[in-house]
């Protein structure tokens, strides 16, 4: 894996959202904001998938904390051990 990132990515999160990730943050004693994001998203890559997004689902539909709507995911496909 390259060292050397070129792309940005954005991502709007709420009060709590953001919460979540500062405790993870934290917890792991990781240097920033930006390694705790990157370290949960290699997490959530390597685990296996429990669900399939629902045709029409929206960007909103998927939370950090929980999901809404009817994505096709329950909230116990991630996070909840």
């Given amino acids: ?9 954005q991502i709007m999160l709420d009060p709590d959202e953001l919460r979540a990730i500062d405790d993870f943050r ?3 004693r990781l240097p920033s904001r930006a390694s705790a ?3 949960l998203l290699k997490r959530g890559l390597a685990a296996l998938a ?3 997004a629902s ?3 929206r960007s909103k539909d ?4 929980g ?3 009817d994505s ?3 909230d116990g496909d991630y996070g909840s051990d």
């Fill in 1 to 9: 894996m390259t060292s050397h990132r070129e792309q940005r990515l």
């Fill in 55 to 57: 045709d029409g689902s």
């Fill in 26 to 28: 934290y917890a792991f």
């Fill in 37 to 39: 994001v990157r370290e």
């Fill in 62 to 65: 998927f939370g950090v904390l």
């Fill in 50 to 52: 429990t669900g399939v």
């Fill in 67 to 69: 999901i809404r709507n």
């Fill in 72 to 74: 096709g995911f329950k």
